[in-house]
């Protein structure tokens, strides 16, 4: 099943990267959210992404957005990962990969990577709505950045 433009945005619980659960309907009280799926930690494409979110967190903080990356990785990765990188947001572990597969964008197959995230951007309103919505089916691709400011700046 995939989530939809104009459609509500699957609520979940994971825990972040220092195991703390991080809940969607919570996180939309304070304003719009950035929802950054993954395919893995440390992987270079990945890390670009997740470095482009982090250096425009201005940008993002200034129409009270927050980012959250999701991946299958176990959190213990991801605490390794976000301290390397200096990431000012949650990185939270769907490695049960129930949240992937609730967006739809579940990826089967990636390289040999069996159900991993397929890298992916949602813009989800404080009613939890989703605004923008960006599936790449070739994980060497980065997201449309200046789409993800355009929605935010939407609402």
């Not at 927050?66 to 990185?91: E, M, R």
């Not at 939270?92 to 159900?115: A, C, H, Q, T």
Request: one cysteine or more.
């Amino acid at each position: 099943m995939s989530v939809e433009v104009g459609r509500k945005a699957p609520d979940f619980t994971l825990m972040n990267q220092d195991h703390e659960p991080v809940t969607l309907s919570t996180l939309v009280q304070a304003g719009p959210v950035v929802i950054a799926f993954f395919p893995a930690a440390f992987s270079g494409t990945c890390t670009a992404e997740l470095c482009t979110f982090r250096d425009s967190l201005p940008a993002l903080t200034a129409v009270n957005a927050q980012v959250v990356g999701i991946s299958v990785d176990t959190f213990f990765a991801l605490k390794g990962f976000a301290d390397a990188q200096g990431f000012g947001f949650p990185l939270l572990s769907d490695f049960n990969k129930e949240v992937i597969r609730d967006y739809g964008v579940f990826n089967p197959d990636m390289i040999g990577l069996k159900g991993i995230a397929k890298r992916s951007v949602f813009v989800v309103d404080r009613q939890r709505v989703v605004r923008h919505r960006e599936v790449l089916e070739d994980a060497r691709n980065e997201p449309d950045y200046a789409a993800v400011q355009a929605a935010l700046a939407a609402l």
